[in-house]
């Protein structure tokens, strides 16, 4: 198992929070983005508890909270770690990868459940890789499966 345990479930953005759709809401008007999530094909909120591994429990937050809402050509993600405010990243389906975390030669050393995501997020300007943990449960399997293929319907549009 990896460094954190991890539980997803469905649910609506705002039920997130209110301080994580305003970072949402903040993002999308800071990038003119516009009514991007009205089409929102699924939101699942994602809670990663920190493992602790003999007497340290290591580098990273206790407790993180993400919020993903995933379009037909979007993904949108909120972040909150323990004290740390939250932040909003957002990337076109058109301008990334998805590849299932379990399939990759790094599952051998670290088994996790999630999806590796590469390509250019919104604020960046060149492309850079994420990981985005889900819990080994039916919101983040439903995830898993619906984001590969959205991706992929997306990338050949």
Excluded at 54 to 66: D, E, S, Y
Aim: aromatic fraction near 8%; hydrophobic fraction near 35%.
């Amino acid at each position: 198992m990896g460094d954190y345990r991890r539980s997803s479930c469905e649910c609506k953005l705002e039920e997130l929070g209110q301080e994580m759709a305003a970072v949402v809401n903040d993002h999308l008007e800071k990038y003119n983005l516009g009514p991007i999530l009205d089409d929102a094909l699924i939101c699942i909120e994602v809670t990663s508890e920190k493992i602790k591994k003999g007497l340290f429990a290591g580098p990273g937050g206790k407790l993180i909270r993400m919020g993903i809402v995933l379009t037909p050509r979007w993904l949108v993600q909120v972040i909150k770690s323990d004290g740390d405010p939250a932040f909003a990243r957002s990337a076109r389906l058109e301008d990334i990868a998805v590849s299932d975390y379990e399939k990759s030669p790094f599952y051998a050393k670290i088994p996790d459940t999630g999806v590796d995501v590469t390509g250019r997020f919104t604020d960046a300007s060149e492309n850079s890789s994420s990981f985005i943990g889900l819990g080994k449960d039916t919101a983040g399997e439903k995830f898993k499966g619906l984001i590969l293929k959205t991706v992929m319907e997306a990338r050949n549009k």
